[in-house]
């Protein structure tokens, strides 16, 4: 079990406060040990985002469905395998963004039990996409601190992808910074009769009389086991389903939802959809005014 801390990276390269004070509300908005060089350009509309951003508020745990590829590829004439391909910078500036920020745990639909119903030449690209960016993406995700993790059945995968993936969440394990969860063969249903299952394996059908289980208990056979659930759902290119996704975990989370597709969606989006989160209030089912319990576990203490 680690316990992760939000990522102050090592350089000690602070950005200038002063050039992050448009839009701001109050001093306390920023956090002087983030470092954000070479990720925000002054004068940007990125840089305007940021300052309205409350660093003591941010999502915990983002979990995004990344949608629209094949209406990508489709206005612009190509294969649908073009619109993954361009889909992997989007991957990659989230990554880094959400890293950089300091938000705990990133959680990407990248692949779903359904998923496997498509044309196999589509399906063996996505899966050439996962291995190539791992093999590319291997030290940004280690100078970033961020540690590499697969939710999903990945039994089901190849075994050469399996052990490529083991191998990355292996060379990650110790990273302290953000959890990047990648969902691979992933089916919310699927992740719920997982976990029965596990724990009707784990007790016996008879002898002692057997605990009933409650949510917090439940929550531990989950993939996502030890992390806080997602405060923020992005779902990308205007579609508003769920598409089986983080079923359990979602139960209250904010949903934001943006026409542009995947491959367009960049730290900008990424940025607006956590001003527009802060702006909402969250009840849990109370009423307005009183103080909500966050749902999952307490800040710093995402396990894996
Ligand atoms: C949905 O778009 C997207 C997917 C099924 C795959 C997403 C995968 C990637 C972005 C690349 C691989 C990811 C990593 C992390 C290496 P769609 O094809 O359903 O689009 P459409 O609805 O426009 O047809």
């Not at 990945?154 to 190849?158: A, C, G, K, T, Y």
């Given at each position: 079990m680690t316990a992760r801390a939000s990522l102050l990276l090592p350089s000690g390269v602070c950005y200038d406060l002063h050039s992050l004070r448009v839009g701001a509300t109050t001093p306390a908005m920023f956090h002087p040990a983030r470092d954000f060089e070479g990720l925000i350009a002054k004068g940007s509309p990125e840089e305007q985002l940021l300052a309205q951003i409350d660093f003591e508020r941010l999502p915990r745990h983002i979990a995004i469905i990344m949608d629209g590829n094949g209406r990508w590829a489709g206005m612009r004439s190509l294969p649908r395998v073009a619109g993954h391909r361009a889909g992997i910078a989007a991957v990659r500036d989230v990554v880094e963004a959400s890293a950089r920020l300091g938000c705990q745990v990133l959680t990407l639909y990248a692949f779903s039990v359904e998923n496997w119903k498509r044309p196999r030449r589509e399906v063996d690209t996505l899966m050439g996409l996962l291995r190539e960016y791992l093999k590319k993406e291997l030290d940004t995700l280690q100078t970033n601190n961020i540690a590499f993790n697969v939710i999903g059945r990945?039994?089901?995968?190849?075994p050469t992808i399996q052990r490529e993936l083991q191998e990355g969440m292996e060379a990650t394990r110790g990273n302290t910074g953000l959890l990047f969860n990648i969902a691979l063969s992933y089916g919310g249903r699927a992740e719920i009769v997982d976990a029965v299952n596990r724990i009707l394996a784990e007790r016996p059908a008879s002898g002692s009389p057997r605990a009933p289980v409650d949510e917090a208990a439940f929550s531990r056979y989950l993939y996502t086991a030890g992390q806080p659930d997602p405060d923020l759902l992005i779902r990308t290119?205007?579609?508003?389903?769920?598409?089986?996704?983080?079923l359990w975990q979602i139960a209250y989370a904010e949903i934001w939802v943006t026409e542009t597709l995947w491959p367009d969606f960049r730290k900008r989006e990424l940025l607006q959809a956590i001003v527009d989160y802060q702006k909402r209030e969250r009840r849990y089912g109370r009423v307005a005014g009183s103080e909500p319990e966050p749902v999952g576990l307490s800040p710093g203490k995402v396990t894996v």
């Open positions: 990945m039994d089901e995968l190849s290119s205007g579609e508003l389903r769920i598409s089986n996704f983080l």
